[in-house]
T-cell receptor, first 114, second 113 residues
Framework: DVKVTQSSRYLVKRTGEKVFLECVQD?????MFWYRQDPGLGLRLIYF???????EKGDIPEGYSVSREKKERFSLILESASTNQTSMYLC?????????????FGPGTRLTVT | GDSVTQMEGPVTLSEEAFLTINCTYT??????LFWYVQYPGEGLQLLLK?????DKGSNKGFEATYRKETTSFHLEKGSVQVSDSAVYFC????????????FGKGITLSVRP
């Protein structure tokens, strides 16, 4: 069964802390994505990776960085968490190619920054 | 750039009612179109998709037809159930965009018994 897992379902951090969100997929997908989901705004792409060590900025990369050292793992890093980064974070993965492949999503991490 | 517009929500229906959720899009090329569903406490999962004009995607009693002339991909179901209560997202992906998705804002559907 296809699986994308995220390291935490709920996380509470303080302003200024460095935060790591981990995502692992077991489908040998080349592409991995990080989104944030906010009410009334839908899903917005933060970063995208199409291969190990490769990354591309999405629509809202400010305040975030990513790391992809292994094909199955994609990490989202908040260098210095701020209250406006309180949100639901969703990881997804897909095959890579010219066609439009389905993205598979993890269950999400609800991050609260106080 | 690409964009997806969904009708405003939330939507509340009685069980067995007919459902239509409107979705229109703007894209430069010939995108693939998707409906994703998010049940409470879960991530998104693909509900259905269509990859070219006049294609109809269907799954779990839901249907949507890719209408190029009206740039629309409206979601329909003839008889909703309480278990259909969820958030529904319309999305598109350009063929050359490496499967990156552009999402609409989502709409919450509540079905009451």
């Amino acid at each position: 069964d296809v699986k994308v897992t995220q390291s935490s379902r709920y996380l509470v951090k303080r302003t200024g802390e460095k935060v790591f969100l981990e995502c692992v997929q077991d489908m040998d997908h080349e592409n991995m994505f990080w989104y944030r989901q906010d009410p009334g705004l839908g899903l917005r792409l933060i970063y995208f990776s199409y291969d190990v060590k490769m990354k591309e900025k999405g629509d809202i990369p400010e305040g975030y960085s990513v790391s992809r050292e292994k094909k199955e793992r994609f990490s989202l890093i908040l260098e210095s968490a701020s209250t406006n980064q309180t949100s639901m974070y969703l990881c997804a993965s897909s095959f890579r190619g010219y066609g439009s492949y389905e993205q598979y999503f993890g269950p999400g991490t609800r991050l609260t920054v106080t | 750039g690409d964009s997806v517009t969904q009708m405003e929500g939330p939507v509340t229906l009685s069980e067995e009612a007919f459902l239509t959720i409107n979705c229109t899009y703007t894209a430069t090329g010939y995108p693939s179109l998707f409906w994703y569903v998010q049940y409470p406490g879960e991530g998104l999962q693909l509900l259905l998709k269509a990859t070219k004009a006049d294609d109809k995607g269907s799954n779990k009693g839901f249907e949507a037809t890719y209408r190029k002339e009206t740039t629309s991909f409206h979601l329909e179901k003839g008889s909703v159930q309480v278990s259909d209560s969820a958030v529904y997202f319309c999305a598109l992906s350009d063929p050359g965009a490496n499967s990156k998705l552009t999402f609409g804002k989502g709409i919450t559907l509540s079905v009451r018994p």
